[in-house]
């Protein structure tokens, strides 16, 4: 049932951004910038709500951080629920700087190679010479339903249990990955849409590369799967073990 509402809402994600797409008529470039705030945003997401998770379970979670660090044995689950919250506030905000920074040397890649109006923000001598947020703020204004379906598409990635390893999830995350393959695909998509489809490549190209951002297949959640038959199915023998 989970599988069928992860692909299931993929397909919406999909569905409404290509709509979005070709409606408003998005270029390939605009639609490397939306992929650019996307994963932005996802990133600033996943720190945002693992640092809340951590504010809201720490009391209760004391036993799990008396294990990872046994000096904090000592300390009451009233007096640690206070200090972990300036380290939870630091920690989250050297994250949210960090993500800035990769996103911004992105950026600078972007401006060169996916140069569009207005040149102030998006242009090879606009964007490095802007502010990090002006053009942030300007893509988000047009360009939110990406936004938003991205994070609908992978609201798994913010639920899980171990919200220290959400803060540096982005690293290793399929969506991130999903980026990647998009920037190398593009070329050979553009060079595949122009001669089928000739004036009418660009959006053509638009919607493939929407198609690889939203429905590429979660490899993760296969080995989820995987390692949760393979404990099922031992859960299993050992019970026939103990009946026999």
């Known amino acids: 049932m989970k599988a069928f509402l992860n692909i299931a809402v ?38 945002i709500t693992a640092g809340v998770q951590i504010l809201l379970t720490a009391r209760t979670q004391k036993d799990y951080y008396d294990t990872a660090v046994p000096l904090i044995r000592r300390i009451s689950p009233e007096v640690f629920a206070l200090g972990i919250i ?75 249990e171990k919200p220290w ?8 995350s399929h969506t991130i990955l999903r980026i990647h393959i998009m920037t190398v695909a593009l070329p050979f998509l553009l060079m595949v849409a122009w001669a089928l489809f000739r004036t009418a490549y660009q959006p053509v190209t638009v919607v493939l590369l929407i198609g690889i951002f939203y429905l590429l297949p979660k490899k993760q959640q296969k080995e989820k799967a995987v390692v949760s038959n393979n404990f099922n199915e031992t859960s299993r023998e050992e019970q026939h073990g103990q009946a026999d």
Not at 15 to 24: C, W
């Open 10 to 47: 993929s397909l919406l994600a999909f569905g409404l951004t290509s709509y979005l797409a070709v409606t408003q008529q998005w270029s390939v470039q605009e639609l490397c910038w939306s992929v650019w705030l996307s994963g932005l945003f996802y990133s600033w997401t996943c720190v």
């Open 86 to 160: 300036p380290v939870t506030l630091l920690v989250g905000f050297v994250a949210l700087y960090i993500y800035c920074w990769l996103f911004l040397f992105y950026g600078l890649f972007l401006s060169v190679f996916a140069e569009m109006e207005p040149h102030s923000l998006f242009g090879r001598n606009g964007f490095i010479n802007s502010d990090f947020f002006t053009p942030v703020t300007y893509l988000a204004q047009s360009l939110w339903p990406m936004i938003v379906a991205t994070l609908i598409a992978n609201v798994d990635d913010f639920l899980q």
């Open 165 to 172: 390893e959400r803060i540096l999830f982005p690293f290793k």
